[in-house]
Each structure stands twice: as structure tokens, then as C-alpha cells.
């Protein structure tokens, strides 16, 4: 299978409304900026990908379509290969994004009012979510050591779980934090959640960027009792750069689980998704092996070479080395600047475009999370203008 791996090839991206790109101004007050933030990369999606979308754009018509039970299939032996993770077809159901599957459950499992456990610094949208649709967050904020490694709180959580808490949400890997959680750090959180009946929704989108020495460990895979407890959305839209084409798979090991969910998804109407977006996930993970081990191994240079430069020429910016993600959570506390000086300065001095740490929660404050998923002169790029307005 043909892998296009020329990870260095610079792509412009300024005419695709990217949003990365085109909403800088938006976002950062300016256009002249290196944008380093948003969750997609600046690689080329495999071609083998692209050739199959251009295939079935030879059929004039895109009309309603049916999702094959090979698109399941290709999940089903994508898991089991790379990471010996055994699903039933039965299990899996669809979902448009991951953060939908994670509105739906939201949906499925809870009332208004009930309680949602979250574990900051997280992905944004975690808190949005549960806010947005009426249920109650309840903060279960990760620990950090002095090298920067987070690690789950469980005597906080034990604290924080009462009658009306109903449902876990993790990351896993997390983002922005570049942990893969260990089967006994998710043997304890499940524990906890079986002795609370809690349901524990994982979101393992970036289950597929783990460095080498790790290992994802999805939380259904720990036992048959846990993953009759849990949900879990992933996607091959991180992995191959096709998060445009919104198609996740979503794992329910438990039947009623599984009935509630999908009862939800039909109500929305959301089950029918996108031709390409099913397309492109049965030709990626079908074929896709090759290609991101390629990409893994480029990724985690970058992430390297990136944690080398900055330990090296920027000693007021910490970072710890992520044992997954393509994603830098980087500690600007050495500074001595407030948040609103660090960011200033990125932007007016650095003119880099970072996500802004407290938008994961407030234990982001003077927390900048950078993205190394591009080619190694645009991060040099990044890393020298950083190093000139904090070095
Ligand atoms: C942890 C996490 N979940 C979900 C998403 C987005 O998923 P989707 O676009 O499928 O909703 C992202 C994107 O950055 C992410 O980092």
C-alpha cells in the first residue's frame, strides 16, 4: 500500500478555510500569526484515502447511502491489530464526531440537573457539553507532579461522587496533559465507578498517537464487568487527517447502553452521516497501518526535537515529554508574567497562535498548549520565534 509520507512538505492551507488559518483574526486579533493550535495537522491525508473519496466522486450521484457492515469490520480489526483490543460487531455504533457521541450519551444516560465528573485540564468541549445541555459539572481536577506528569486524583473523586453523579468523562489519551492512562490507573477510576454506578464515557480520539514505550489501554478492554460500564467514542479523524469528514465509531459493549444511545442518535436523526466521512474511515483503517507508523515516527521527532529546543533555549517555558498526542501542554508559570502578559506576547511578540490554557479549565492558567503535528520547519519555525520573545 502506497504510504505518501513526505511529512515535510509544506502545504498551504490559507485557501481551504482551514480553521486553524482562517480564524486567526477571529481568534488572536491578527492574520500575521504561525497558528499552532487547533487539533488537525498540516500533513497531506494519505493518499490511499483521497484516491478512494475521488473514486466514488466517479459516481455522479450522493445521495443517501448505507453504512456497510465492513465500515465496523474495519474498526473492528483496526483495534485488534494494533492494539489487541477484541470488539463484537454488535458492539459499535456511529456517531457524526466524538464530541457528539459524547452530547448523546450525555443525552442517554442523564437528566437534567444530574451530575457529570470531568477531569481538568481537559478538552474544552468537555465542559461545554455537559453545561450546554442542563447537567451539572463536577470538577475532578488532575494532579501534577514537579516534572510536569499528570496523574488522576482518586481520593479527590471519591470525594466528589454522590447520588445524583451519574456519569465519568475522560480522555484517554488526555488531552492536552499527553498521558495514556495505565490499566491500573483505569483499573482504580473503574473501581470507582462500579462501587458508585457510575458510567465512565471515554474519548480516545488520539488512541492512535501513542510514542513508543506506551501502550493505549481502552477501558472496555480491562474486563468484562467494566466494559459492561462503559462507552467509548473514537475516530480515525485525528489519526489521518479527515476531521472534516465528521465519522466516528462509537463502542457500547452493554445492549441497553447500547439501545438508549442509538435511540438517541435516530431521534437526532445524526445516524446517517457522511458517504466520504464512511469511505474514508473503511480505506484508513483498512490500509492505514504503514502510514502511521511512518507518521508516528516523524511525530514523535517533532515532539523530541521540540522538547529538546525548548529545555535547551527557553528556560521560562516547562515542558514535560507526552507519552501520546501530537499536542505540547506548555507551563509559562517561570515567566513571572500573568496569563494575559504570556498571552500578549505570544501573540504580539511571538506571533505564534497557542490554545489558550484556560480554556481547558482554570487549572490552565499560564498553561499554552502548542501542536507539533506539522512539518519540522514550520516547528522551527514556532520554536524560534518563542525562543526570541521568551529565551
Ligand atoms: C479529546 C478530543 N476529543 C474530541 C475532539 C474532536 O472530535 P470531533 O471533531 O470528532 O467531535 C478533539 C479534537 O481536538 C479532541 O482533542
Known amino acids: 500500500m502506497q504510504s505518501n509520507n513526505d511529512f515535510d512538505r509544506v502545504i498551504n492551507r490559507n485557501d481551504s478555510l482551514a480553521i486553524k488559518y482562517a480564524a486567526r483574526k477571529a481568534v488572536f486579533g491578527r492574520e500575521d500569526i504561525l497558528p499552532m493550535w487547533v487539533a488537525d495537522m498540516d500533513f497531506s491525508s494519505p493518499e490511499f484515502v483521497l484516491d478512494a473519496l475521488r473514486k466514488r466522486l466517479e459516481h455522479p450521484i450522493l445521495g443517501y447511502t448505507l453504512r456497510p457492515e465492513s465500515f465496523y469490520k474495519a474498526y473492528q480489526q483496526w483495534a485488534k491489530r494494533r492494539y489487541g483490543f477484541e470488539v463484537e460487531l454488535d458492539w459499535l455504533t456511529f456517531s457524526p464526531g466524538v464530541v457528539s457521541a459524547l452530547a448523546l450519551s450525555v443525552l ?23 453545561k450546554g445541555l442542563g447537567r451539572e459539572l463536577v470538577i475532578n481536577p488532575l494532579r501534577r507532579d514537579v516534572d510536569g506528569r499528570y496523574y488522576i486524583n482518586f481520593d479527590d473523586l471519591r470525594t466528589k ?44 480520539i488520539h488512541a492512535d498517537f501513542v510514542y513508543k514505550d506506551y501502550k493505549y489501554t481502552p477501558v472496555a478492554s ?30 457500547i459493549p452493554n445492549d441497553e447502553l447500547r439501545k438508549k444511545y442509538n435511540e438517541k442518535l435516530k431521534a ?57 498526542t501530537f499536542l505540547l501542554w506548555l507551563d509559562f508559570s517561570a515567566t513571572g508574567m500573568t496569563h494575559e502578559q504570556i498571552k500578549h506576547k505570544l501573540i504580539n511578540e511571538a506571533r505564534v497562535g497557542l490554545n489558550d490554557g484556560t480554556d481547558f479549565g482554570e487549572q490552565g492558567e499560564k498553561f499554552f498548549r502548542m501542536n507539533i ?7 522551527t519555525d514556532g520554536l524560534e520565534r518563542l525562543k526570541a520573545a521568551f529565551g
Open 373 to 379: 503535528a506539522a512539518p519540522r520547519a514550520v516547528i
Open 108 to 130: 442517554s444516560y442523564t437528566e437534567p440537573g444530574d451530575k457529570i465528573i470531568i477531569q481538568p485540564p481537559v478538552y474544552p468541549p468537555f465542559f461545554e457539553t455537559v
Open 161 to 204: 461522587v454522590n447520588q445524583r453523579t451519574k456519569l465519568l468523562i475522560i480522555s484517554n489519551p488526555h488531552n492536552p496533559v499527553g498521558r495514556t492512562w495505565t490499566p491500573d490507573e483505569l483499573e482504580e477510576l473503574a473501581q470507582i465507578a462500579l462501587e458508585n454506578n457510575l458510567l465512565i464515557i471515554s474519548d480516545d
Open 268 to 324: 437526532a436523526h445524526l445516524w446517517l452521516g457522511n458517504i466520504f466521512g464512511n469511505i474514508a474511515l473503511e480505506t484508513a483503517y483498512n490500509n492505514g497501518d504503514q502510514w502511521l507508523d511512518s507518521l508516528l515516527l516523524y511525530l514523535e521527532q517533532n515532539v523530541d526535537y521540540a522538547v529538546q529546543f525548548i529545555r535547551n533555549n527557553i528556560p521560562a517555558i516547562k515542558v514535560w515529554r507526552p507519552e501520546a
Open 222 to 251: 480491562l474486563s468484562e464487568q467494566i466494559a459492561q460500564i462503559t462507552v467509548i467514542a473514537t475516530s480515525p479523524s485525528k489519526t489521518f487527517n479527515i476531521p472534516g469528514l465528521s465519522t466516528s465509531v462509537v463502542i
